[in-house]
């Protein structure tokens, strides 16, 4: 069986993309450990995952004009990451507080409840969770 164990987010600044997965989504840290390029400058290897959970994220700061570009636009303006939380509320309430930025206002859609916020490069995600209970149903 096959498993997804990493993907990339391409970075302007390690530091300030460990503090945004890590205060403001939630995420723990995994992995800060030194590395070098294939042409033997130093770089860090830093991974981020939510709690409990085995895929996680490379934050890879962008080294050169072209990976700088990317920045951002991993995805040509598209949401391409998709963050499914338990508790909706608690999670925009916390990701409010700390700042990150929203697209829109959260709405209910026949999956759920979403809302698409910015990462720290720049990236769309959908911020989604189960669709919300009626407390005013008749029983």
Same mark, same amino acid.
């Given at each position: 069986?096959?498993?997804?164990?990493?993907?990339? /987010?391409?970075?302007?600044?390690?530091?300030?993309? /460990?503090?945004?997965?890590?205060?403001?989504?939630?995420?723990?840290?995994?992995?800060?450990?030194?590395?070098?390029?294939?042409?033997?400058?130093?770089?860090?290897?830093?991974?981020?995952?939510?709690?409990?959970?085995?895929?996680?994220?490379?934050?890879?700061?962008?080294?050169?004009?072209?990976?700088?570009?990317?920045?951002?636009?991993?995805?040509?303006?598209?949401?391409?990451?998709?963050?499914?939380?338990?508790?909706? !509320? &608690?999670?925009?309430?916390?990701?409010? !507080?700390?700042?990150?930025?929203?697209?829109?206002?959260?709405?209910? !859609? $026949?999956?759920?409840?979403?809302?698409?916020?910015?990462? /720290?490069?720049? &990236?769309?995600?959908?911020?989604?969770? $189960?669709? $919300?209970?009626?407390?005013?149903?008749? &029983?």
């Amino acid at each position: 069986m096959s498993r997804l164990g990493l993907v990339t /987010i391409v970075v302007d600044d390690y530091d300030d993309a /460990i503090a945004f997965f890590v205060d403001a989504l939630g995420f723990e840290l995994v992995e800060d450990s030194p590395s070098t390029t294939d042409d033997g400058r130093p770089k860090r290897w830093v991974v981020v995952r939510p709690p409990e959970r085995e895929t996680g994220v490379l934050l890879a700061e962008a080294d050169g004009a072209e990976q700088a570009a990317a920045v951002g636009r991993q995805t040509g303006g598209r949401v391409g990451f998709f963050l499914h939380v338990d508790d909706f !509320a &608690n999670a925009y309430e916390r990701m409010t !507080a700390a700042g990150v930025r929203f697209a829109e206002q959260p709405r209910s !859609a $026949p999956y759920g409840q979403v809302v698409v916020f910015y990462d /720290i490069a720049g &990236n769309r995600w959908d911020l989604l969770g $189960p669709a $919300p209970v009626n407390d005013s149903a008749p &029983n």
